[in-house]
């Protein structure tokens, strides 16, 4: 089975400061790994995904994440947030050859001026 | 690309009546559709999966004729909360993936369920 863990409930961050939201995953199999964006009251929007080659992925709006094996983590980083990052983000994974998406429990970006 | 769409956003309901809502996938064919739901400060709870001309797999713990999942067409995926209760009321999230290589799921906008 696999689980994710999404150590900080929520992350209060000034605008154009950068920011790390973690996530550190559990599988005994290979895995594929998600973040996931939800703005209030939406459904989730995928941010970025890492399915194989680079570990590093990036999103179009400024967001990457590193995949590490070793640490099994997968932390969301962006160098400069803005007002509008403020959201929830999902980590999320899936054991390779299913698709059956495993969630942390959220991770609020509070972006203030 | 790859847009989901769902209706009703939201719905009020009494108790002990039925209410259905339909996910689409806009441009794509699905496959294979997912249903969560979304407790309030709480991550997705995966109810189901669908695969098209399927009976739906449900996860553990979640009833079966209680939720109906019908996936009648390959852009259409259907939940009706039969003979809903207070404790139904939630968020209700239906994803949609197509293909067998890809793993990526695209998420509707929700729907939220209040039951009085």
């Known amino acids: 089975a696999q689980s994710v863990t999404q150590l900080d409930s929520q992350v209060p961050v000034f605008e154009e400061a950068p920011v790390e939201l973690r996530c550190n995953y559990s599988?005994?199999?290979?895995?594929?790994l998600f973040w996931y964006v939800q703005y209030p009251n939406q459904g989730l929007q995928l941010l970025l995904k890492?399915?194989?080659?680079?570990?590093l992925v990036e999103s179009i709006n400024g967001f990457e994440a590193e995949f590490n094996k070793s640490q099994t983590s997968f932390h969301l980083r962006k160098p400069s947030v803005h007002i509008s990052d403020t959201a929830e983000y999902f980590c999320?994974?899936?054991?390779?050859?299913?698709?059956?998406?495993?969630f942390g429990t959220g991770t609020r970006l509070l972006v203030s001026p | 690309g790859a847009v989901v769409s769902q209706h009703p956003s939201r719905v009020i309901c009494k108790s002990g009546t039925s209410v259905k809502i339909e996910c689409r996938s806009l441009?794509?064919?699905?496959?294979?559709m997912f249903w969560y739901r979304q407790f309030p400060k709480k991550s997705l709870m995966l109810m189901a999966t669908?695969?098209?001309?399927?009976?739906?797999t449900y996860e553990q713990g979640v009833e079966k004729d209680k939720f109906l999942i019908n996936h009648a067409s390959l852009t259409l995926s259907t939940l009706t909360v039969t003979s809903a209760h207070p404790e139904d009321s939630s968020f209700y999230i239906c994803?949609?993936?197509w293909g067998t290589g890809t793993q990526t799921q695209y998420f509707g906008p929700g729907t939220r369920l209040l039951v009085l």
């Open positions: 669908s695969n098209e001309g399927s009976k739906a």
């Open positions: 999320a994974v899936t054991p390779r050859g299913f698709q059956k998406l495993v």
């Open positions: 890492y399915l194989s080659g680079s570990t």
């Open positions: 994803s949609a993936s």
């Open positions: 441009d794509f064919q699905a496959t294979t």
């Open positions: 599988s005994s199999v290979s895995v594929y």
